[in-house]
């Protein structure tokens, strides 16, 4: 079983930067691919951003790239998302997800945090 905690989130002002943490305690962090996705009020899920195992290639959906980045510590078995210039339209719960594959379809992901709030204000 491989069990996620998302942290980090809060209220920021809009141009404003965060930077979430996932971190998992399973030994077999190190072979999965690590995504993140949010929700929004009344919205469907929609992806963020993914990245592989080695850390060597990462995606991230149009409406943030340039402003998110993905990485990850294998050595702390966490991957991170740094959300900078932050628009109010990035308000969501931000959830954290660990499959076999990178994939901007959340139901290649079998394993999923229990998120993290980010709002941000005009």
């Known amino acids: 079983q491989v069990q996620l905690v998302e942290s980090g989130g809060g209220l920021v002002q809009a141009g404003g930067s965060l930077r979430l943490s996932c971190t998992s305690s399973?030994?077999?962090?190190?072979?999965?691919?690590m995504a993140w996705f949010r929700q929004a009020p009344g919205k469907e899920r929609e992806f963020v951003a993914a990245i592989s195992r080695g850390g060597d290639s990462t995606s991230a959906a149009s409406s943030v790239k340039g402003r998110f980045a993905i990485s990850r510590d294998n050595a702390k078995n966490t991957v991170y998302l740094q959300m900078n210039n932050l628009k109010p339209e990035d308000t969501a719960i931000y959830y954290c997800?660990?499959?076999?594959?990178?994939?901007?379809?959340?139901?290649?992901?079998?394993?999923w945090g229990p998120g993290t709030q980010v709002t941000v204000t005009s």
């Open positions: 997800a660990a499959g076999l594959a990178p994939s901007v379809d959340g139901t290649a992901y079998d394993y």
């Open positions: 399973a030994p077999t962090f190190r072979w999965l691919a």
